[in-house]
């Protein structure tokens, strides 16, 4: 049995502490909240969405940034005040356009995978977090953009990902509750939605029933390693404290990259804010004009789950400006116009906003493997697709610290022999 640190408590954190524990490691978890998943994996799109595959290293991201730029209430915004940390994450996500198709295939295989490690883990602890199974539907208003989605269709289906094209009358067949006139959708049966902070509480329990150790609200200030492990600094309110362990595993989210530099690793994560509202329907009217079919607008970038019977989550957005959390009103009120559009039998009194920040890599593809020390590791950078890849890299990290560490054992029993 190794002893394990995993910094952070989100949808990454807790998955890889579950992940390691089942696999009959000591962990302790390092999250400086009272509780787990509540920063990004608070209030996301729920989407579990292999359909969502699509990387955004495509020069068509570049060319709608630069038009919308001075548009406070456009879908992508990029802030024109420079950073380095900015621009190098640009200059490298321009340099992975190349590899646009090919890591959109490996991200669908991962979402695909992920599903069946996230439902198992799921039925087995028991934990609700209204799974709806019924699919996503992606809606298109013109031509040109449902022409581009029948490319990614193709893409999506080398990766294993079959979805159809559905005409308006089969639209509305899918999902009747919704309003407007569209040129057609793609349709993913196997897609679902679930509630990503329902989902982590329940696995968080069931990893403390497995022996994991949270220790909340201790704000990690240092990693260090050295040839015998890990070493953890918290600050606890009471001073600063170092704890030491055979491994850590850097799941802090866009944290990730401020640790890494620690470690002597370089992981380019960049905080892309995005908002949500979680509409509350109060009402049977509201309940019946809301849909139970998750929907992806590609012309707005917005997402939408039907968690259990009261809650209408709407989340999207992308914002390009630095570590900021403010909630600002110009930018969730396109969110609530989207509702009011889009289902105008719903009652928007009651709305809660929030905003997150994506851990972002530029190539879009999750940092899951080995540091430069034997003893770091991550699991982080997972963007726009957290909770839908989570489970699947969680499971795979742990069988890369299994394998590293025991290599580790091996030389060491290698050298005490010779
Ligand atoms: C608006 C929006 C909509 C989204 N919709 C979807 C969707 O529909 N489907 C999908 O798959 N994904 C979606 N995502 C992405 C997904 O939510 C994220 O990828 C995922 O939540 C990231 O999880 P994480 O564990 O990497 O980060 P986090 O959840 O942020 O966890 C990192 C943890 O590290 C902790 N931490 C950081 N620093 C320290 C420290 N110094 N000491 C101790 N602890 C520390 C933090 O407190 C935090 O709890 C969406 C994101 C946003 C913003």
């Given at each position: 049995m190794r002893s394990i640190a995993i910094i952070g408590g989100g949808i990454t954190g807790v998955t890889t502490a579950y992940a390691l524990a089942r696999r009959g490691h000591a962990v302790t978890v390092f999250e400086?909240?009272?509780?787990?998943?509540?920063?990004?994996?608070?209030?996301?799109?729920g989407q579990l969405s292999a359909s969502n595959a699509e990387v955004w290293t495509h020069w068509s991201t570049i060319v709608k940034g630069l038009k919308w730029m001075l548009r406070r209430d456009a879908p992508l915004l990029v802030h024109p005040s420079p950073s380095w940390h900015k621009l190098s994450w640009f200059a490298e996500f321009i340099g992975s356009i190349p590899h646009y198709r090919r890591n959109t295939v490996e991200t669908v295989r991962l979402a695909i995978a992920a599903r069946e490690h996230l439902f198992s883990w799921a039925a087995a602890e028991n934990?609700?977090?209204?799974?709806?199974?019924q699919g996503i539907l992606h809606i298109y208003r013109d031509r040109k953009s449902f022409e581009h989605a029948a490319e990614v269709t193709r893409l999506l289906a080398e990766g294993g990902l079959q979805r159809r094209g559905v005409a308006p009358d089969e639209m509305r067949e899918i999902e009747p509750t919704l309003a407007g006139n569209y040129y057609g959708g793609f349709y993913t049966e196997s897609d679902s939605t679930g509630d990503i902070h329902k989902f982590t509480h329940g696995l968080a329990a069931a990893a403390a029933r497995l022996g994991v150790v949270f220790r909340c609200q201790q704000n990690v200030t240092a990693l260090r390693t050295d040839g015998h492990g890990a070493h953890v600094s918290v600050d606890n309110g009471r001073g600063v404290e170092t704890e030491s362990f055979n491994a850590v595993v850097v799941c802090?989210?866009?944290?990730s990259r401020r640790f890494a530099a620690m470690l002597?690793?370089?992981?380019?994560?960049?905080?892309v804010k995005g908002y949500s509202i979680t509409v509350n329907l109060l009402d049977w009217t509201s309940q019946r004009s809301a849909p139970t079919v998750s929907l992806l607008d590609d012309e707005t970038k917005l997402v939408t789950s039907r968690l259990g019977m009261d809650r209408f989550r709407v989340a999207g957005t992308a914002e390009f400006k630095g570590f900021n959390n403010d909630i600002r009103a110009d930018r969730v009120r396109p969110l609530i116009d989207w509702v009011q559009q889009c289902f105008?039998?719903?009652?928007?009194?009651s709305v809660v906003p929030w905003a997150g920040l994506r851990p972002m890599m530029p190539n879009m593809m999750p940092r899951v493997g080995r540091g430069r020390s034997p003893a770091v590791f991550y699991n982080t950078?997972?963007?726009?697709?957290g909770w839908t890849l989570s489970a699947v890299t969680a499971d795979m990290i742990a069988g890369v610290v299994e394998e590293n560490l025991g290599r580790g054992d091996r030389v060491a029993l290698q050298a005490a022999n010779a």
């Open positions: 400086k909240h009272r509780y787990v998943a509540m920063e990004t994996s608070f209030a996301n799109g934990i609700d977090f209204d799974l709806r199974k802090a989210g866009t944290a002597g690793d370089r992981v380019n994560v960049y905080p105008p039998g719903i009652d928007t009194r950078g997972h963007g726009h697709l």
